[in-house]
């Protein structure tokens, strides 16, 4: 069983592993349509030419992403 802290931190480890997966995500379907892509912690950034097609690709992605989480339960 776990304790109190241990839950804490893996709840954390869980938030930064989807927020890790989800980025390389992007930076690939980024990079698949051309874009420029520098991710910072959590931050993206791309061309300011660029930004709307990046937007659409974040909104696919992310919607994606939330269907896929959808089936499992959170710790």
Known sequence: ??????LHFLRI???HLTGSHMMM???LA?????L????VHDSFWTHAC???QMNK???QKFGRY???LGGMTCI
Do not use: Q, S
Request: aromatic share 6%; with cysteine.
């Open 1 to 6: 069983m776990l304790d109190n802290r241990e």
């Open 13 to 15: 480890l869980y938030t």
């Open 25 to 27: 995500m992007i930076a």
């Open 30 to 34: 980024c990079r698949d349509a051309g």
């Open 36 to 39: 420029r892509f520098v991710g």
């Open 50 to 52: 660029d930004v709307d």
């Open 57 to 59: 690709i974040l909104r």
């Open 66 to 68: 939330l269907k896929m």
